[in-house]
């Protein structure tokens, strides 16, 4: 002990372990004093000061979440939802749609009251009106009403079966409803992010849902190629035979959607609204230019041309269950890395626009096997009709 210079144990173990000295004496400085010396204090400050600048100019978490909590307050204030239909009476309204179907895959309806798309078609009914790729001029506000005549009256087992209970139940007054649409989904069908057109439609939006259940979304972001969508605002789930209306800021403030993964089984959804007496609409002589493809003559709307209708395309492809659980690729992006594979040289032409034509080349094209420049055969593919 004398030979290494401490008299006494507890010297030499205070000599061993400094470190404790400072631990223990570091409740005794300054809140902004580091325990390695006063240069940490300051950069401690500095921190400080740096995170109260930053918390200034970005919201934090909490604010976002308290943001996000208040606009779905505003969604919910808009939204009603009641129980009006029992499964006996959804029985016979979907045998009724059943019936809209056929009549559409047999041509019986005008031109402008069918309109499809993959995985989903429309049916309007009184009033119909322009939206999406049908636009020259695309962006809110440029919709449009079809001239009156355009498309079917709305059929009487709607008025019977439908309307007729809504006005009962106070839900719109009697004479409200002029425009019917019947949305007709598969699984995997969606309808992008939109607000219906508030120089059209006069509010509420009533919408009754039939076949499965399902959800709307509201304030979602879609992304394409392949399909995403960001998370919603609010997630409203819709019962089969359930009644929806929306008004203030749920219809006319904030988007609704419906997302592919929510269509898990076929389901159908009849939406009541009616125009505004100032309502922009198409006239007859401008249908041509302002709406349809170049290729449309004007003279087909006059004279016993008037009437001629489109026959309606229907998906014959049965039902894929996982379908509504993984991203999809839309048909359209389909066709278009395949047409170089599909059609003979002698058939392929730069302007793939026309319907009726590819309709016309699946008939040479369904098994075809075209040799490659080196020799290989090229990949068969079998094309379905959509």
């Known amino acids: 002990m004398a030979g290494s210079g401490y008299t006494d144990l507890r010297e030499k173990l205070k000599s061993m372990m400094p470190y404790r000295d400072n631990y223990k004496g570091s409740s ?13 204090g300051a950069a401690a400050t500095e921190r400080k000061r740096k995170y ?79 939206y999406g790729s049908q636009l020259q001029r695309r962006g809110p506000g440029q919709e449009r009403l079809y001239p009156q005549g355009e498309v079917d009256a709305i059929p009487e087992w709607v008025h019977d079966l439908v309307i007729r209970k809504l006005v009962e139940h106070r839900v719109i007054p009697e004479g409200f409803v002029n425009s019917a649409v019947i949305n007709d989904y598969q699984p ?3 309808i992008v992010s939109h607000v219906d057109p ?28 392949p399909i995403r969508v960001s998370e919603p605002v609010l997630f409203l789930p819709v019962r089969r035979g359930s009644v929806t209306v929306l008004s203030g800021y749920a219809a006319d403030e904030i988007t609704h959607c419906i997302r592919p993964q929510d269509i898990k089984e076929r389901r159908a959804v009849i939406i009541l609204r009616k125009t505004r007496l100032d309502a922009p609409r198409l006239e007859t002589k401008s249908l ?31 039902a894929d269950p996982d379908a509504a659980h993984r ?57 379905r009709r959509h």
Not at 28 to 35: A, C, D, F, K
Not at 100 to 128: I, M, Q, W
Not at 365 to 375: A, I, R, S, V
Request: aromatic fraction near 10%; charged fraction near 35%; charge should be neutral.
């Open 28 to 40: 005794l400085r300054e809140p902004t004093e580091s325990p390695y010396g006063a240069v940490g």
């Open 327 to 383: 991203p999809r690729i839309l048909e359209m992006d389909k066709e278009e890395n395949r047409r170089s594979v599909l059609l003979p040289k002698h058939r392929r032409r730069s302007n793939f626009s026309s319907e009726n034509y590819w309709r016309r080349s699946y008939e040479y094209t369904e098994d075809y096997e075209e040799e490659e420049e080196d020799g290989s055969p090229a990949r068969k593919v079998k094309m």
């Open 188 to 190: 995997g069908g969606c």
């Open 288 to 318: 041509s230019s302002s709406v349809l493809s170049p290729g449309y003559t004007s003279d087909r709307l006059s004279g016993s041309n008037r009437d001629q209708i489109l026959k309606p395309k229907r998906s014959h492809r049965k």
């Open 52 to 130: 109260h600048e930053d918390s200034d100019s970005e919201p934090s978490d909490y604010e976002e979440q308290q943001k996000e909590e208040e606009e779905a307050r505003k969604v919910k204030s808009g939204i009603r939802q009641l129980r009006l239909f029992s499964p006996d009476e959804c029985a016979k309204i979907e045998a009724r749609i059943e019936d809209v179907v056929s009549r559409a895959e047999k041509g019986l309806y005008k031109e402008h009251t069918v309109d499809r798309a993959p995985l989903r078609n429309k049916y309007f009914f009184g009033e119909g009106y322009t």
């Open 198 to 225: 508030i120089h059209i439609f006069e509010r509420p939006i009533v919408s009754v849902s039939f076949f499965s259940d399902s959800a709307l979304c509201f304030g979602c972001k879609f992304q394409f190629k």
